[in-house]
């Protein structure tokens, strides 16, 4: 009975390869895991045999520019894998301001109906979390958001709504995230931003990266121009404090 | 600049796609018959990866602004200026002034047309496709209105009327077992290779939507997030197959049950609502052939495209 230390391995189609963690026992847990995947996405992307490589949720995809390099890198993927744990990532610390409820936030009271909850504990809740930005996908720029608190886990809407606006705040099943674009949707929505998830004139693209993390903060409108995103990208200080008024530092907001 | 007369129905500016760019979410996006852009390319000079626009159906009216060569690859289009008549797979000349008038598809799905000089378009996120999901890249990441006007490249100088037969359309479309395949029942893995399927009404860029017998999975299972990639087929609670397509979602959560090959992807692009294709196992040495065969067709166009001397010449490789 002794515990299953290596993730699989397996190809998807002729030219990518998948590392699959999930029911990787042991003593990791599902973050350990990631951040490994996330440091073995970083140190590949060095090599120039792949066109991308992808992380989703306990697994990473790799896929090769030409697959004769295949049996190469299924060889280091696995040293790679032995090898010791990193240090944590150090990933930004976000703060999005968020609108809960009214129109911004349909959903708010049913979701706080659906747990018996008030609508302020739902948002208390809410933005007591830090979530970990696990890995990027579904749409350009969007998050999958790793910490839900499980009194917030609610079904998805019956219906999908055909279109959300960009920003929406939700929560689907055992998650929470942001629209970064209008698209049709099912989640329950709670709040809006006025955060760009996604500009696809900027250099990386995406504001949010795996490793970092999201904390929402309740705002009273997001249409006051003091609102901005708060990024705290220095962690390797102690003494960094965590969270910042709300107006503390406008020239390190992202955009 | 070509002026939009009349658009089309969904017309498109797109390239071979964007590389590098799925692990932010963002698809690769591109040519949905690659192979169809690349012949439609290489028959006017210009680079493979040049943008051209992809006809999906309907009629378009497009005025040159200036003297330009053409071609038009994949779905077969009748071609007109004025009154004269033009050769589908072929390079002819416009000249400045003069509208190009397409009609169709008589056959097929998706066409390309290319334009000495490519289409000119922002480079965005490493490409001149338009996804529309995103509302990025191409012309103003939307598909062609009335009253467009899109930007060309440089001219170039060419001569003389070449053309090329292209490959024939088959509906048999070449995959390989997934990674999930063995998690359906055995009567379904049976039923997928065996069984016609029906591409339905709803299939876009993102995905061709099959419809045909329900898919079972042996057990309820739930999978994690992962990548998925254009010629994923994933099958979905309603057991009916999507085989995404180059808009496709970067991540999905649905069982994998085969994926097409690179070589046959194409025959996606080509198959109209409606139609019907099946799906032929194959065996990773059969994909690297079939890698082969299109390499060798690349091949033996360019030598003739270069040994072309002062005659109309008539390609005529086909798979």
Same mark, same amino acid.
């Given at each position: ?37 996330? %440091? ?74 659906? %747990? ?133 530092? %406008? ?5 | ?319």
């Amino acid at each position: 009975m002794s515990d299953e230390l290596q993730p699989k391995l397996f190809l998807l189609g002729e030219k990518a390869l998948v590392l699959d963690c999930a029911g990787l026992s042991g003593s990791s847990s599902k973050l350990e895991i990631q951040r490994q995947i996330w %440091h073995i996405a970083d140190i590949c992307r060095a090599s120039g045999d792949f066109d991308d490589i992808v992380p989703g949720n306990n697994n990473l995809t790799f896929f090769f520019k030409d697959s004769k390099k295949i049996p190469f890198w299924i060889k280091q993927i696995n040293t790679l894998w032995s090898n010791k744990r990193p240090q944590d990532k150090p990933g930004k610390l976000i703060q999005i301001p968020v609108q809960y409820g009214g129109e911004y936030g349909p959903d708010l009271n049913a979701v706080a109906e659906y %747990h018996k909850l008030t609508a302020q504990e739902v948002i208390a809740i809410h933005t007591s979390t830090q979530y970990n930005v696990l890995f990027l996908g579904f749409q350009p720029g969007f998050p999958y958001l790793d910490g839900l608190d499980e009194r917030l886990f609610t079904p998805r809407l019956a219906t999908p709504r055909l279109s959300i606006p960009a920003g929406s705040v939700g929560i689907g099943g055992e998650q929470t995230g942001i629209y970064p674009t209008r698209s049709p949707g099912g989640w329950q929505l709670i709040g809006r931003s006025s955060l760009a998830l996604f500009d696809a004139t900027s250099e990386h693209g995406a504001l949010l990266a795996p490793g970092d993390r999201v904390q929402f903060v309740s705002v009273l409108s997001i249409s006051e121009p003091s609102i901005s995103v708060q990024v705290i990208s220095d962690l390797s200080s102690p003494k960094q404090p965590i969270l910042k008024p709300a107006k503390a530092s %406008h020239k390190e907001s992202s955009r | 600049m070509i002026e939009v007369l009349t658009p089309g129905l969904h017309t498109t500016v797109q390239d071979l796609g964007r590389t590098g760019y799925r692990h932010i979410g963002v698809p690769v996006s591109g040519a949905l018959d690659r192979q169809a852009l690349i012949l439609a390319n290489r028959l006017v000079a210009n680079p493979d990866n040049a943008a051209s626009l992809e006809l999906t159906a309907g009629t378009l009216e497009l005025k040159f602004h200036r003297d330009a060569w053409f071609s038009l690859t994949g779905a077969h289009y009748e071609i007109n200026i004025g009154s004269r008549e033009f050769w589908h797979g072929w390079r002819s000349k416009i000249n400045a002034g003069e509208t190009l008038c397409l009609r169709g598809p008589k056959s097929g799905m998706r066409a390309y047309l290319a334009v000495d000089g490519g289409i000119d378009v922002p480079i965005c996120l490493g490409s001149r496709s338009t996804l529309m999901t995103a509302e990025l890249g191409g012309h103003q990441g939307r598909v062609l209105k009335v009253g467009d006007r899109i930007p060309l490249g440089d001219k170039r100088s060419l001569s003389k009327p070449i053309g090329a037969v292209q490959r024939n359309y088959s509906n048999e479309v070449r995959a390989l077992p997934g990674p999930e395949m063995a998690l359906f029942t055995q009567e379904s893995r049976r039923v997928f290779w065996s069984s016609q399927w029906q591409v339905s009404n709803d299939s876009n860029r993102m995905g061709a939507r099959l419809s045909g017998e329900t898919l079972k999975l042996a057990q309820e299972q739930s999978l994690n997030s992962h990548a998925v990639m254009p010629g994923t087929i994933q099958v979905p609670p309603s057991g009916q197959p999507i085989v995404l397509l180059a808009d496709g979602q970067t991540t999905g959560g649905y069982p994998k049950i085969a994926t097409v090959i690179e070589a046959d992807l194409w025959k996606l692009a080509q198959t109209r609502p409606g139609q019907k294709l099946q799906f032929i196992h194959v065996s990773p040495n059969q994909v690297e052939d079939a890698n082969h065969e299109w390499q060798q067709y690349f091949y033996r166009l360019q030598r003739a495209i270069d040994a072309n001397s002062s005659c109309l010449q008539l390609i005529t490789y086909s798979l």
